[in-house]
């Protein structure tokens, strides 16, 4: 038995309850403890869970709190040194934890890892670690037969070493909780990356991935739901303002800014029904922003690595 915890976050996640947690019991690397936040779900996900695992910590949440502040309160609920988070449409092979476990035993500056995921919306195999696009949008490395630093993990699952964790939590968050949902993940890997902290790449490790199994597995931004992608969209302003150095700006900035209103005439063209409710995220974003700086300032203090080390992760397209 190792010493891990296992966090998730559930909403309605009925449908693959089972087999996700079947998945993480069979791990030849048993987690000492497994820690489910239920975020209001009413598909009777909750009282399942309940009924059939006395083995886990449940914690309910009356509404839907979101992506960042469920997984904010099941990792403050684990007491291990090693932090599995894991989505509800993750199932994982059995050796999952055994294996980025021993990444993370490898390169002790790696507060992060993860692994080979197979995507049944595509049929494909993806490196789930990820670098980074001037857009703010991720790029998946071609690579899912060889061992990498990657610049972060996909939020879907990732083992975190707890004393990263610790050192990058702002204000009692380890994800801002402003974003309810989506991009997270790269708002987390950036501020690990300014203090020093690497990702890695195993392709040992594998799992299987619905994908988007909380909304009814539409993995296209098109065909999410309006309130996620009004928080995706706010979302990808608030990473740009917290965590851009001055070294990296230059390298950002541009793409980002010639690149935008060619994403907002997108928007307009293809859901034109839903544009204004969209252009709420720019007013989001204003609401957002005092804290952002904030958040920005007390980073930039304790930044650890050069702009130049930030740039090596950042992908073209």
């Known amino acids: 038995m190792g010493e891990i915890a296992v966090a998730l976050a559930n909403w309605n996640g009925m449908k693959y309850l089972e087999r996700c947690l079947e998945s993480v019991f069979a791990q030849t690397c048993a987690p ?33 709190e979101g992506f960042a502040a469920g997984y904010n309160k099941a990792i403050a609920a684990c007491s291990q040194p090693f932090v599995l988070i894991l989505n509800t449409d993750v199932f994982l092979a059995p050796d999952f934890i055994e294996a980025t476990l021993a990444a993370l035993a490898e390169y002790p500056e790696a507060g992060a890892a993860t692994g080979s995921v197979f995507q049944q919306g595509t049929g494909e195999w993806l490196n789930s670690g990820f ?12 690579n899912i037969d060889c061992a990498e630093a990657v610049f972060g993990c996909s939020g879907a699952l990732i083992l975190f070493r707890r004393e990263m964790l610790e050192d990058i939590r702002i204000e009692g968050q380890y994800f801002d909780e402003a974003y309810f949902s989506y991009g997270e993940d790269i708002d987390l890997a950036w501020r690990a990356q300014l203090l020093g902290w690497q990702a890695r790449f195993t392709p040992g490790a594998k799992a299987h991935h619905v994908g988007s199994g909380s909304s009814d597995e539409r993995l296209r931004f098109v065909d999410k739901p309006a309130f996620l992608q009004r928080h995706l969209l706010k979302n990808r302003y608030l990473t740009l303002v917290k965590n851009t150095s001055t070294g990296v700006l230059p390298y950002v900035l541009l793409p980002f800014i010639l690149a935008e209103p060619l994403v907002w ?28 700086l904030r958040w920005r300032r007390q980073l930039m203090r304790r930044q650890r690595v050069s702009a130049a080390y930030i740039r090596q992760f950042l992908r073209r397209g």
Request: charged letters at 20%; a negative charge; one cysteine or more.
């Open 131 to 142: 670098f980074l696009r001037p857009q703010m949008r991720t790029e998946h490395s071609a």
């Open 32 to 64: 000492r403890e497994v820690v489910i936040v239920d975020n209001g779900s009413t598909d009777g996900s909750a009282e399942w869970i309940a009924d059939r695992y006395d083995q886990v910590h449940l914690l309910l949440n009356e509404t839907n």
């Open 265 to 292: 005439l997108y928007l307009l063209l293809r859901l034109p029904w839903r544009f204004p409710y969209l252009l709420l995220a720019l007013a989001d974003t204003c609401r957002h922003l005092p804290t952002a």
